[in-house]
């Protein structure tokens, strides 16, 4: 189904008092003149009457599919489910989760579930930070195999509302925006005071499109050098040249069903050979979702690029993989 | 072969104000539960609404006793219970899920709400409930001439009888059962499951079988008023499997191709093996669903065209099936031998 018939979803995340319900409240507030629904994990204090709120507790389910990571939230699916049969059309979605979520069930749950796919589309995961307090939560010491949620909630964020500016000094900020940039290189970063944000930057902007990722090109790759020292970091590739379908098919399938725990999100436009088109993807853990995209043009050069957000990534082994796709690294591969 | 025949006028036409989620019917009685809370009855001969009932915060399902005097309704913020005489209405907003009621017999109906399954009476009175499931329930169905309860949640289904809030037995699988169906016979309980597949015990011994490979998640399956044959969707076409004997293992089902995305499953009463489908494209398809051999691709012995997607079917009589669309319309279609 096209895109522009689907209802856009977007998942707001963030800590107790990073401002999340602040946002929320704005957005449900502000004249936009559209009819929206709230799922929310967390009890803020949504005063709407206006908006149709519902309250969900979180039940993440496995999936039989053999994806380890696999898991999906069977709130959501039962409660959006139950607003699509719904007579009024909703013109957004909103889903609040908790400060301790994981975004991933959220995020598969629209690869997952084919009666929410064909009739909604993940949007975009904003992310809100207190620019004040949230080095604290991202130096906080987790006993092994915890995850650090604040780290996990950037990492896969299409958009970090930096809430608060106004209430840390300007090192704080700068100190802030740069360890965000080292889990999430590609991530717009949206310095804000008392939430107050322009809605067009985190409302219909199609992250999770396939078209999008490549408009958003510029900010694909921006390539940090000076990482901290954190585990959860970006790994931005790219590789001029051609790829051969079949080695790329088999290196991404191998290196997701087995490293797919770790690997937040992903993103590619690629080159394969023989195609006139673009192919592009993009990915949650295991699941990916990939369509070619537009045709090369005449004396582009072709070219692939690939971006990973995940924990304990190996950029040379990554890079290693990725280079002995391309077509001509033939019989050496 | 798809036969087309002028098609008959329907017995009746009604329209409700809503989108409606649920059919129910029972003698005289058709309940429509409309998606954003009112419950509306018509009457089955005429159609004509004669008592409309509000539950806050939507509908889910909705469900009358089998000799009509009382009602249960289910929706995503609680339950109610309606007596027709005197019209009384017993609404608990509960805040709690509640996407199934089903009656055992006159005086008994089970009711979702949330984690757990209550028992109540016709008035709505606790009798007794079954210990919290793993997660929000998802359906229910009585066993044992209403003895026994099988509550569907994420990891299991598990049984329950009055006499302990703990399971009498429990069929683990683990996913999430979305839909449950149990024949009259009581010697299967098939689930549908969100990772696409059917999964079936036998209940004398628990032995377990999954159907896979469906290509969307199983969210309705119906037995047969004989008990021999399980309609499912999860695909384009509906499925048929024969439980006739040892049950389904080792073999295909029959299916049914008429619809893009199946909306609503209703077998006619009766041993003839006749199937009504509905799909999100507004047409019913009635089936001779047990025809063929195993493995047959099946063609709908006959079909209606609707203007809006198929909400929910019910059969009224043998030669009567209800169909309620999403835009309100509720049409009563008269349906010959097939």
Partial sequence: MSTSQRVPVTVLTGFLGSGKTTLLNRILTERHGMRIAVIENEFGEIGIDDALVVDAEEEIFEMNNGCICCTVRG????????????REKFDHILIETTGLADPAPVAQTFFMDDEIAAQLRLDAIVTVVDAAHVLRHLDEEKPEHVENEAVEQIAFADRVVLNKTDLADQATVDEVISRIRAVNASVEIIPTRHAEVDLARIMDVGAFDLDRVLRDDPAFLTDTEHQHDTTVTSVGIDLPGELDEDRLNRWLGDLLRT????????KGILALAGEPRQYVF???????????????????????????????????ALERGFTGCLADAGVAA | MSVTTPSAAPAWEAAVDDAPVAIHVRRDLVAVAG????????????????????????????ALAPDARHLAAAGPLGHALWARDGGRASVFETGSWSSKAAWANMERVAVVSGRRALVLDAEGRELWAPEPAASTVTDVAWMRAGRRLAVAAYGAVRCHERHTPAPVATYRYVGSHLALAVPATGRWICSGNQDASIHIWRTRDGSELTMSGYPEKVSRLAFDDTGTWLAADGA??????????KGPAGTAPRTLTAHETVTALAWRPGPAGHLASGGDDGTVALWRATSGRPQARLRPARTFAGAAAVAALAWAAPH??????RDGRVVA??????
């Fill in chain 2, 333 to 338: 279609h008269r349906v010959p031998d097939l």
């Fill in chain 1, 282 to 316: 993009q990915g949650v853990h295991m699941l990916l979702d990939g369509d070619f995209g537009r045709v090369w043009q005449e004396g582009e050069a072709r070219r692939n690029r690939l971006v990973f957000i995940g924990r304990g990534l190996d950029r040379d």
């Fill in chain 2, 236 to 245: 384009p076409d509906v499925t048929v499997w024969d439980f006739s004997g």
């Fill in chain 2, 35 to 62: 998606a954003e809370g009112t419950v509306w009855l018509l009457d089955v001969a005429s159609g004509a609404v004669t008592e409309a009932l509000t539950l806050p915060g939507g509908l889910l399902d909705v």
């Fill in chain 2, 320 to 325: 009567l099936l209800i169909a309620a669309h």
């Fill in chain 1, 259 to 266: 490293r797919g725990a770790d690997i937040f999100r992903s």
């Fill in chain 1, 75 to 86: 709130d959501l699916i039962r409660i959006l489910g139950a607003l699509m049969r719904r």
